[in-house]
């Protein structure tokens, strides 16, 4: 089945060049020019992953990022300005789980948009065989990519639960910035640390009772994070 995208920008030009290369690679896409019209596609079509711009007319592009992510997990890769460092850490704090910096090489968005869709095509089994992952009160499903915390389901982007998949399948093994961002996100990823520490936080936000006291996602001070369930 061909995967669907929504490309939303207010530069057409920009809408085209990517809508007909996407096309190329047999994908189905739809168009969105502000915030408004984003948002209302979001809510009524089921997309594989969203690339959506920061400058939009109506409504901007995170508050546009932060309300789809109320109502649905969808892959968000957010456009920003090149050398928006505020942008990018913006984006990532409402929910996106990518940014690519304009202007930008259509390869390179073509490369990224399949990545995150290999990642996020189910699982039927770890290396060992599972299924599932669990860890007293924490229970992920592996092939549909689901998150339960007493046995109440969690909402989790497509990188929250692939950094909590990664952790739980390691548990008491410290794992610095580095190599999170390498594991995760990829050797050739072209963000930096501060992607992981915010993916950290906006975790402990969603499975933590108290953030301030996590339970699960811990830091070890000076080194990295690890997953320890006390």
């Not at 057409?12 to 969105?32: H, N, P, T, W, Y």
């Not at 942008?87 to 490369?111: C, H, M, Q, R, S």
């Not at 990519?145 to 969690?154: L, T, V, Y």
């Not at 993916?199 to 936000?205: K, P, T």
């Amino acid at each position: 089945m061909a995967k669907k995208v929504l490309v939303v920008d207010d530069e057409k030009l920009i809408v085209k060049g990517i809508r007909f290369s996407l096309e190329q690679d047999d994908m189905e896409v739809d168009c969105a020019y502000d915030g408004e019209e984003a948002l209302e596609c979001a809510r009524n079509n089921k997309y594989d992953i969203i690339l959506l711009d920061v400058m939009l007319p109506k409504i901007g592009g995170f508050e546009v990022c932060q309300q789809i992510r109320e109502f649905s997990a969808v892959p968000i890769i957010m456009l920003t300005a090149k050398g928006d460092d505020m942008d990018k850490i913006l984006g990532l704090e409402y929910g996106a789980d990518d940014y690519i910096t304009k202007p930008f090489n259509i390869l390179e968005v073509k490369a990224r948009i399949k990545a995150i869709l290999r990642r996020m095509e189910p699982k039927k089994a770890d290396a060992d065989g599972k299924k599932e992952l669990i860890s007293g009160e924490v229970r992920l499903e592996l092939s549909g990519r689901r998150c339960f915390i007493k046995g109440k389901e969690i909402g989790l982007t497509a990188k929250e639960f692939e950094v909590l998949e990664f952790l739980m399948l390691n548990p008491d093994k410290v794992y610095s910035r580095d190599d999170l961002l390498k594991t995760v996100w990829g050797t050739d990823y072209p963000g930096d640390v501060r992607t992981v520490d915010v993916h950290i936080r906006r975790l402990r936000e969603k499975v933590e009772e108290n953030p301030g006291e996590p339970k699960y996602v811990h830091t070890k001070w000076g080194v990295g994070y690890y997953f320890c369930n006390e």
